[in-house]
């Protein structure tokens, strides 16, 4: 199945996963992420566990980059899954922040002391 492009689509896709047999999905972390090229390592990319905002989803995964409807569409996916019958599972990072996140500004002891 392509990637979805319509609501339509993303039923067709959810059916199809449920048909599988699949009961639980796990998002890879959605939280607000630095992914910023790393220059001593540009084939490096941290896949969503380098957070900046704990409780802001990432734009990368919305239609509009900067506006509220990543969490509006976050919220959206989520309850389409559990419509479906699907548990969802979330992969978070509290444990540490990217360098320049919001938190190491606050306290830089922040990140390594929790």
């Known amino acids: 199945v392509s990637q979805p492009t319509s609501e339509q689509e993303l039923t ?30 540009p084939d490096e990319y941290w896949w969503g566990y380098m957070p900046v905002h704990f409780n802001s989803p990432d734009g990368w995964y919305a239609t509009e980059t900067h506006s509220n409807s990543r969490v509006i569409e976050l919220k959206k996916m989520i309850s389409a899954l559990h419509d479906a019958g699907l548990k969802v599972i979330m992969d ?4 540490h922040t990217a360098e320049d996140g919001n938190e190491f500004n606050l306290d830089a002891r922040f990140s390594f002391n929790g």
């Open 12 to 41: 067709t896709c959810l059916d199809h996963i449920v048909e599988m047999g699949v009961t639980a999905v796990q998002i890879m972390p959605v939280q607000d992420f630095d992914n910023h090229e790393d220059t001593k390592n």
């Open 92 to 95: 978070v990072v509290y444990n």
